[in-house]
Structure formats: C-alpha cells, structure tokens
Nanobody, 121 residues
Framework: QVQLVESGGGLVQAVGSLRISCTAS????????MGWYRQAPGKQRELVAS???????NYADSVKGRFTISTDNAKNTVYLQMNGLKPEDTAVYYC???????????????WGQGTQVTVAS
C-alpha cells in the first residue's frame, strides 16, 4: 500500500505566505511525477504545479511567479511554497503522485486526502 499525507494548510491573510507538504510512504520503487491540484467550492479540480523525476516543472498560469514546487526525493516529499496569496487561491489542495511500486514500472496514481488553504482578504 501507498499513502500520501499532506500537511501545512491553514488560514492566512492576503499577500501572505504558506508552505504545504506531502510525503509518500509504503511500497514505492520510484516516483515519476509529483504534483499539486486544488479544488475550490463549486469548481473543478485543477492542476496547480507538477514536477517530474527529470526535473521538468509545470505551473498553472494563475500561480506563476508566486508559487514554487520543490521536492526532497530522499524523503519522498513534495512541497508547495505559496507567496503573494490571494483570496482566489482559497481551495482544498491535493497532492498527487504517479509512481512505480516495483521494477515492472507500472504507473499508478495516488492522491492525498487534501489540505484546506483559506486566504482572507
């Protein structure tokens, strides 16, 4: 089994900063992609940022220049540093990892339970 556990969400004032993290544990051979998604009330879940094992990074246009994704591969952990937060960033943030559980390298998706980020105006 693989488990993703997120932490670091909370309430912050507009233009403030917050860092959230997500750690994977369990039977993991390798991690292919780590990413963050968010879902605001009444809206679809959207990609915020992702990073591949090769170091390729992708950001949603709405967060470019404000958010930074990073990893600690030794700890199977991905971080999202969020600066210049806006009320429209308020959402539940979900961690997602695409990983291989064995040398067969069959890719599987795993999601965290979500962490609430609320930005007050």
């Amino acid at each position: 089994q693989v488990q993703l556990v997120e932490s670091g969400g909370g309430l912050v004032q507009a233009v403030g900063s917050l860092r959230i993290s997500c750690t994977a544990s369990g039977s993991i051979f390798s991690i292919v992609v780590m990413g963050w998604y968010r879902q605001a009330p009444g809206k679809q879940r959207e990609l915020v940022a992702s990073i591949t094992s090769g170091g390729s990074i992708n950001y949603a246009d709405s967060v470019k220049g404000r958010f930074t994704i990073s990893t600690d591969n030794a700890k199977n952990t991905v971080y999202l540093q969020m600066n210049g937060l806006k009320p429209e960033d308020t959402a539940v943030y979900y961690c997602k990892m695409v990983l291989h559980r064995s040398a067969l390298r069959i890719s599987s998706d795993y999601w965290g339970q979500g962490t609430q980020v609320t930005v007050a105006s």
